[in-house]
């Protein structure tokens, strides 16, 4: 016996109301979309490592270009919040969640004429969990113990343990599904099945792309054409987006905000979500290694000033723990960590500790005012005898140079659409992208047992204690939610939401918009 799967509404709050009322008036909403014209966008987060390859990509750029523009997963989360079908039309799930099915689509095609079907899916799959492999969706791909194919357009995933939230993952916008038996040439040459196909592809710099004559959907892809501008700069998005070199961009420099809200060509658009800034600190490494040390370092940062100064009022206090007020699980009721020096003492006395000394690296490119945080964080935390060294890192490079790799920097999470999802990306033991390198028996034990639990109550209680967790043992600290805040020309419309996952309307603007 199977049942249809279709949970809703896991994102609404905030997506419902598409734009905050600080965001002035919202962009234009048309009923009837039409064709034309090129899209210009203006993208943080460029590097000129950048590949196709989506087990690589980590930003606002390349999510932009590969989920976006050229590529698609199997499944998609919707503007409004609802989890919809890509390139999987429909699936079905044993009672214990074990056992899916997924129904493809059929007449799809790659750019290079390939037709899409199971075995792209399956071949697609696997690279994530091939040897050596170090994709963040490696913990999704490896719950699964076994793949079969069961027609051309039909697949079935059977998974370790029951997973509720399968069809979540698999919109992961690394998971983007590549032709089979070409995998290496669809990741150099950027070959998908999305509405446009790569024109030009210079990493770091310039993305040029055309309209797929051949794609499968009649209501998405408007533009003839979208070019993507690496601007990693937010001073220099917003000129660009001010002087019409680029028709959209992606996080606004707060710092400008006021003068883009006089420009009535421009129009700026706010959704609440999951996003959250952070310090992750290396358990592995002393002192982090020590809780107590890790806890001085939370009561150390003065929360509502960063959400003041840094995000200028466009977000809230966060708690320490990477679960956002869109989360259907949010643990709302945990007493919330204020700022405490001497609590800060206290916990650097138990680890035997008068004072502490230690770097903060930090640029930019971790998230828009990363740099002036840490120097905010810096301030608040002498008075508890926690000297901290801001070190400047260039933002170039900084994924890759700095992150993962320096034991105490600035980081920025998207959040994500489940708290499973959020887990198991970056809070699981081993995964790729625990950037503190936390491992929590007790935590590692409930993050199973949801996992496979279809009771809503049950789970709620789950998610509560390992939120808790977290809070008062993990290795990261996460002093503020932002909201996403965009920018784009007047010009342009949407549909009646834009989603709240991502920013740039789920980073699938270039699919769901278009020149009014």
């Given amino acids: ?17 598409g734009i905050l009322a600080t965001a002035g008036l919202p962009l234009r909403s048309e009923a009837a979309p039409q064709r034309g014209g090129t899209l210009r ?51 079905e799930a044993s009672p214990d969640a074990k056992v899916w099915t997924f129904n493809l689509r059929k007449g799809v095609t790659f750019h290079n004429g390939k037709d899409f079907g199971a075995d792209d899916v399956l071949e697609t799959l696997a690279i994530h969990v091939e040897e050596g492999s170090k994709s963040p969706a490696k913990p999704i791909i490896a719950a699964i113990k076994e793949m079969k194919k069961l027609g051309s ?44 196909r790569n024109e030009g592809f210079e990493p770091g710099v310039r993305t040029i792309t055309s309209r797929y004559e051949n794609y499968y959907k009649d209501d998405a892809g408007w533009f003839d054409s979208v070019e993507a501008i690496a601007i990693n700069d937010g001073s220099a998005r917003m000129n660009a987006l001010m002087t019409n070199q680029v028709d959209a ?24 979500g999951n996003q959250h800034f952070t310090f992750p600190m290396h358990t592995n490494t002393a002192p982090y290694d020590d809780n107590n040390v890790r806890l001085a370092i939370k009561h150390a940062v003065k929360r509502q000033e960063m959400v003041d100064k840094i995000l ?53 490119a971790a998230f828009v005012g ?90 709620r209680e789950i998610y509560h204690e390992m939120q808790l967790i977290v809070r008062d043992e993990g290795g990261v600290v996460v002093p503020m939610y932002a909201n996403w805040v965009d920018a784009a020309s007047a010009r342009l419309a949407h549909g009646p939401d834009i989603g709240n996952v991502w920013p740039m309307d789920n980073m699938r603007m270039a699919k769901r918009w278009w020149f009014a």
């Fill in 1 to 17: 016996m199977t049942f249809k799967l279709d949970r809703r509404g896991l994102l609404k709050t905030g997506a419902a109301a």
């Fill in 41 to 91: 966008v203006g993208l943080s987060g460029a590097n000129t490592s950048d590949s196709w390859d989506g087990r690589t990509q980590s930003d606002a750029y390349m999510q932009f270009m590969g989920q976006g523009c050229v590529f698609d997963c199997l499944t998609e989360i919707g503007a409004d919040g609802t989890l919809k079908g890509e390139l999987a039309e429909s699936w």
């Fill in 153 to 196: 357009h039909q697949v079935q995933l059977i998974l370790e343990r029951g997973n509720a939230d399968l069809p979540y993952l698999l919109s992961d916008y690394h998971i983007l599904i590549h032709p089979a038996g070409m995998i290496e040439e669809s990741i150099a040459k950027g070959i998908g099945t999305g509405p446009y």
């Fill in 249 to 272: 961009i992606v996080r606004i420099d707060f710092k400008t905000e006021a003068l883009m809200r006089r420009n009535p060509n421009v129009k700026i658009f706010e959704v609440t």
């Fill in 312 to 364: 200028q009022g466009h977000g809230a206090v966060a708690n320490d723990h990477p679960i956002g007020p869109a989360n259907r699980y949010y643990a709302a009721d945990l007493p919330q960590r204020e700022y405490d020096p001497d609590k800060a003492k206290f916990y650097l006395k138990k680890a035997g500790l008068s004072s502490l000394d230690i770097n903060l690296s930090a640029s930019d």
């Fill in 370 to 459: 990363a740099v002036d945080a840490a120097q905010l964080y810096q301030a608040s935390a002498a008075a508890a005898g926690i000297n901290i060294n801001v070190v400047r890192e260039p933002a170039d490079g900084y994924w890759s140079n700095v992150w993962l790799k320096k034991p105490f920097c600035a980081c920025f999470w998207s959040g994500r659409a489940t708290e499973d999802w959020m887990f198991s990306t970056a809070y699981e033991k081993g995964v790729p992208w625990n950037d503190t390198y936390w491992d929590n028996e007790r935590f590692n034990k409930l993050l199973y047992e949801a996992r496979a639990e279809l009771d809503s109550n049950k789970r």
